[in-house]
C-alpha cells in the first residue's frame, strides 16, 4: 500500500512539469520563438527527456504491481473460501467483525442458534443485531474496553436474555487479526452457549451441598474407600467421633483399619472381605481407638459401590458411635444379675404371662412360693388358680381382668394354698404391654411371700388398737381430773377475791395477792392441760355462730392493754376495712388461738412494740380468707428452736420455763385448734430481733342482709 502511494506522487509531478512546460510555449509568440537561445532551447529539451525517462520508469514500476496484485488475488481468494469453510464448521456459534465492530461474516451455527439470517446479520453493527438483543454492557467492554488495550479475551461469562432465544449464559472468547497485506484489523469473536452446563454445575453443586449437609447433619461416620485402599470421602463426623479430622483420616493409608483397635482389626478385616463378596455387610462391632487414647464402641455396615457398567468402585462404609448403648447394654447386664440376685435373696419370683397364648412363664422362685415342682405345674393361667385360697379367687379374677382391660394397675394381695396344706400371703404387682392397637399381649408382674409382714401387721394393729384405747383413757382421765381439780381452785380463787375486799394488812395483802396470782396461773395449766386432753380424746368441738371479728380484736386489746402499758412497750392493731360485718365459725376458739400469740408476744417482748393485724387475702360472696399476724420485738429465736415450737411442752429452750413461765402448751393447742378450724399457722424468727406468728384461716361470710340486726356471739372468754 505505502509503494502504491509513492507512485502515483512521482507521476503527478511528472504531469505537472510538462504543463508548465506547455504553458511556457504557448505564452511564447511565435515573433518571440526566435528570441531564445539555442541554450534555453537545448535546455528544456533535456528537461523534457528526463521526465520521459521517469515515466517510463514509474509506468514499469504500476505494470509490475499490478502483475503481483493479480499474481496474489487467486490465492486470496482460495483463503477466503477456505476460512469460511472453516468458519462454518465450527459448532459454536462465531462473527468475524471489522475494526467498526460492523459484522463482515458469521458462522451457519450462528444463524441457526440465535435464529437470523444472514441479510439482517453482516454489515450491521453488532449492538443492532436481532433488535438490539446484543446490546450488552459487557460485550462492550469487552471489544470498546478490553481489545483496544490487548488482542485477546478468554472465558469472559455473559448472563442475557436474548429476544430470540430467552435467557443464555454465553462464555465470549475474542481474538483481534491484523490483515498481512492491507494491514486492517478484524475480530473474531466465538461464542459458547454454557447455560445447560451451568445448570448442570449448580444442580450437581447443590446435590453435593445437599448430601454434605445431610451427610455432615447425621452422628453417624460415613466414608467411601476406593478399591486401592484409598479414602476418596468422609463426613465431618469423623472428628467428633474419633478426634481425627477428616484431612488426617485422607493421609491415612488402609484406611479405616489404622482408627481400630488392634484386638478387633482381623476381625473386622475378616468380616469386609465376607461383606464385599455379597456386595453389602450386616453390622459388626468393634473399638475404636480415638486420638486421645480413649476406647470407644462402634458398629459399622459395609456396601460395595458399582459404576454403571458394573465395575466395583470401592465400598461405602458407616460406622455408627454405640458407646452408650454398649455401657448401657452392660449396665443392663448387671441390673439383671443384681436382680436375680436380689429376687433370690428376697424371695420375689418373677412371671411373664402371654395373654394372646395363654402361656404363663415362671423363674424357679416362683416354685418355691406355691410349693411346687415346674413338673406340676401346668403353664397357664388356669393352672396358676389353683393355688389360689378359694376364698380370694374371685377378686384377684377380676383384678387381673381390669388390668387386662386398662381400668387399674394390678396391685393385690391373696393367699395360696400349697399341696403341704399350709397358708401363705403373696403380694402381686404386675405391669400389661400392649400393641399398636392398645391390645394386652403379655402381662409381666412379681411375687413374694409377704406372711411375716402381715404377722407383724396385724400384731402392729393389735397393739395400736390397745395403745389407743390406753390413750383414750388417759385423756378422758385427764379430762376428768382437770374438771375435778377446777371447781376447787375456782372456788380458792373466789374466796381468795373476797379476801382481797376485805380489811387486811399489807403483809396479808401480799400473801392474798401471791396466792390469787398462783391461783390464777395452775388455773390457766388445768384449762390448756383440759383443752389438750379433750381435743386428743376427739371430744373437743367447735361452735358454728355469727360473730364480729372488730369485737374479738376490741378483747384482746383490752385484755392485754394494760400488760403492755406496765412493760412500757406500744400495742398495734390494724383491721382491713375490706373485711365483713359478720362471719361465721368459733369466736372463742379464734380469741384463745389469738390470746395465746398475744400472751407469749407480751412475756418475750421487753422493749419495742406488738402490732396485730388482720387482713383480707381473698374474698368471695360466700367466704373470706383471713391472715391474723402477731409481730413482736422480743428475744427472738433460731431455725433449731423454731423447729420444735409448736409441739407438746415444747419451748424455745429449757430456761424459757424457769425465766418466763408456762407449760409449752399453748402453742400446741393453738396449732390444733386453728387445724380444727380447716387453716394453717407458721412462725418466723430472727434471734434478737423478734417473731412474727401468723395464722391463715377461711371463715365462712355472713351476707349483709342476714347481718343487719342479728345478735352477734359474745366473744369474752
Not at 450491521?124 to 446484543?134: S, V
Not at 486492517?184 to 445437599?210: G, H, P
Not at 458407646?323 to 436382680?339: F, G, I, Y
Not at 379433750?534 to 374479738?552: D, H, Q, W
Amino acid at each position: 500500500m505505502t509503494k502504491k502511494v509513492t507512485n502515483a506522487g512521482r507521476v503527478a509531478d511528472l504531469r505537472k512539469k510538462a504543463e508548465e512546460i506547455a504553458r511556457k510555449k504557448e505564452a511564447q509568440s511565435p515573433e518571440n520563438l526566435e528570441l531564445l537561445s539555442l541554450e534555453e532551447t537545448r535546455q528544456m529539451l533535456r528537461e523534457l527527456r528526463v521526465h520521459q525517462i521517469e515515466l517510463e520508469m514509474q509506468n514499469e514500476v504500476l505494470r509490475r504491481i499490478h502483475m503481483e496484485t493479480e499474481a496474489t488475488k487467486i490465492p486470496a481468494d482460495e483463503a477466503r473460501e477456505y476460512a469460511e469453510g472453516m468458519i462454518n464448521t465450527v459448532r459454536e456459534p462465531l462473527i468475524v467483525l471489522d475494526q467498526d465492530l460492523r459484522v463482515l461474516t458469521a458462522s451457519r451455527s450462528f444463524y441457526e442458534f440465535f435464529k437470523v439470517s444472514p441479510e439482517e446479520t453482516v454489515g450491521q453493527l453488532i449492538y443492532d443485531l436481532g433488535n438490539k438483543q446484543w446490546d450488552i454492557p459487557k460485550l462492550r467492554e469487552l471489544l470498546e474496553t478490553i481489545l483496544s488495550q490487548r488482542t485477546t479475551f478468554d472465558d469472559y461469562e455473559v448472563d442475557h436474555d436474548f429476544a430470540t432465544i430467552g435467557r443464555r449464559i454465553m462464555l465470549l472468547n475474542a481474538r483481534q487479526i491484523q490483515k498481512v497485506l492491507s494491514k486492517e484489523r478484524i475480530i473474531l469473536l466465538a461464542i459458547e452457549d454454557i447455560t445447560v452446563r451451568k445448570q448442570t454445575e449448580k444442580a450437581l453443586k447443590e446435590s453435593k451441598e445437599r448430601f454434605s449437609a445431610i451427610a455432615d447433619y447425621t452422628y453417624d461416620w460415613e466414608n467411601w474407600v476406593g478399591t486401592d485402599g484409598k479414602l476418596l470421602w468422609i463426613n465431618s463426623a469423623v472428628l467428633p467421633f474419633t478426634g481425627y479430622s477428616a484431612d488426617e483420616c485422607r493421609a491415612m493409608t488402609d484406611f479405616p483399619f489404622p482408627l481400630i483397635d488392634e484386638a478387633d482389626r482381623d476381625a473386622v478385616r475378616q468380616h469386609l472381605a465376607t461383606a464385599i463378596q455379597g456386595s453389602s455387610g450386616a453390622n459388626v462391632e468393634f473399638r475404636v481407638r480415638c486420638k486421645d487414647g480413649r476406647l470407644k464402641w462402634a458398629g459399622i455396615s459395609w456396601q460395595t459401590i458399582y459404576d454403571s457398567e458394573g465395575v466395583s468402585m470401592g465400598h461405602r462404609s458407616s460406622i455408627r458411635d454405640i458407646t452408650d448403648h454398649k455401657q448401657v447394654e452392660e449396665a443392663l447386664q448387671q441390673a439383671v444379675s443384681r436382680l436375680s440376685l436380689a429376687t433370690c435373696a428376697g424371695g420375689v419370683g418373677i412371671w411373664d404371662y402371654d395373654v394372646v397364648n395363654n402361656h404363663l412363664k415362671w423363674d424357679d422362685q416362683m416354685y418355691v412360693l406355691y410349693g411346687i415342682k415346674p413338673d406340676q405345674f401346668g403353664g397357664t393361667y388356669e393352672a396358676w388358680k389353683v393355688g389360689f385360697y378359694p376364698d380370694d379367687l374371685q377378686r384377684v379374677d377380676i383384678e387381673i381382668q381390669m388390668a387386662l382391660r386398662g381400668e387399674k394397675e394390678l396391685d393385690t394381695e391373696f393367699r395360696v394354698v400349697r399341696p403341704d396344706g399350709t397358708i401363705r400371703n403373696i403380694r402381686a404387682l404386675g405391669i400389661v404391654q400392649r400393641d399398636a392397637a392398645g391390645q394386652p399381649t403379655h402381662m409381666i408382674g412379681t411375687n413374694w411371700d409377704i406372711t411375716a409382714s402381715k404377722q407383724t401387721e396385724e400384731q402392729l394393729l393389735l397393739a395400736r388398737e390397745a395403745a389407743e384405747v390406753a390413750n383414750l383413757a388417759k385423756s378422758t382421765f385427764l379430762a376428768n381430773m382437770s374438771h375435778e381439780i377446777r371447781t376447787p381452785m375456782s372456788g380458792m380463787l373466789g374466796m381468795t377475791e373476797l379476801l382481797l375486799g376485805t380489811s387486811l394488812t399489807d403483809k396479808q395483802r401480799n400473801f392474798a395477792e401471791k396466792i390469787r396470782t398462783s391461783g390464777k396461773a395452775l388455773l390457766a395449766i388445768l384449762n390448756d392441760i383440759l383443752d389438750f386432753s379433750r381435743i386428743n380424746a376427739g371430744k373437743l368441738t367447735l361452735e358454728s355462730a355469727p360473730f364480729s371479728m372488730e369485737e374479738v380484736m376490741e378483747n384482746v386489746v383490752n385484755i392485754f392493754g394494760s400488760q403492755v402499758a406496765k412493760k412500757g412497750i406500744r400495742l398495734q392493731a390494724t383491721i382491713d376495712p375490706k373485711l365483713p360485718a359478720a362471719l361465721h365459725g368459733d369466736p372463742l376458739r379464734l380469741t384463745q388461738v389469738i390470746n395465746n400469740l398475744m400472751g407469749n408476744a407480751v412475756k418475750f417482748t421487753q422493749a419495742g412494740a406488738i402490732r396485730l393485724t388482720v387482713k383480707v387475702r381473698r374474698q368471695t360472696a360466700t367466704e373470706v380468707e383471713l391472715e391474723i399476724s402477731v409481730q413482736d420485738t422480743g428475744i427472738g429465736m433460731t431455725e433449731e428452736e423454731l423447729s420444735r415450737l409448736f409441739t407438746v411442752f415444747g419451748q424455745a429452750d429449757e430456761s424459757t420455763t424457769r425465766r418466763f413461765g408456762g407449760t409449752g402448751l399453748g402453742l400446741a393447742i393453738s396449732r390444733q385448734l386453728v387445724e380444727l378450724m380447716g387453716g394453717t399457722i407458721r412462725a418466723e424468727s430472727t434471734p434478737g430481733k423478734g417473731s412474727v406468728f401468723t395464722v391463715v384461716l377461711s371463715v365462712p361470710v355472713v351476707p349483709e342482709v342476714m347481718a343487719q340486726g342479728l345478735p352477734l356471739h359474745p366473744v369474752k372468754p
